[in-house]
């Protein structure tokens, strides 16, 4: 059975940085792709980023230069760096696989996905 698991979460200032984990188990997602997503109170889920089996990254335009998607295929582990953090980057953090090795920006083409973790940034 695959089982997806976030950490990293917590509760921080306006400037500071956390670094998300997203570890797998069950099978290896050495050739896909993963992505992170966010939902904020009241909004719908909304892409971050992502990142294909072979290294290729994407990032939304309001976290271009501060977050950071990366994936250690050895660890069945991806991250998400986050620095400069702001108080509208408070939101529950998804992570997701998907059985396929290139990325998809639709969260609908993700499979597995881990339960979420909270980041709560204060100004």
């Known amino acids: 059975q695959v089982r997806v698991v976030e950490s990293g979460g917590g509760l921080v200032q306006a400037g500071d940085s956390l670094r998300l984990s997203c570890t797998a188990s069950g099978r290896s997602f050495s050739n896909s792709a993963m992505a992170w997503y966010r939902q904020a109170p009241e909004n719908q889920r909304t892409f971050v980023a992502a990142i294909s089996a072979s290294g290729f990254s994407l990032h939304e335009e309001s976290v271009k230069g501060r977050f950071t998607i990366s994936k250690d295929n050895a660890k069945n582990t991806g991250y998400l760096q986050m620095n400069a953090l702001k108080p509208e980057d408070t939101a529950v953090y998804y992570c997701?696989?998907?059985?396929?090795?290139?990325?998809?920006?639709?969260?609908?083409?993700?499979?597995?996905w881990g339960q979420g973790t909270q980041v709560t940034v204060s100004s």
């Open positions: 997701a696989f998907r059985d396929h090795s290139e990325i998809n920006l639709f969260q609908e083409r993700y499979e597995y």
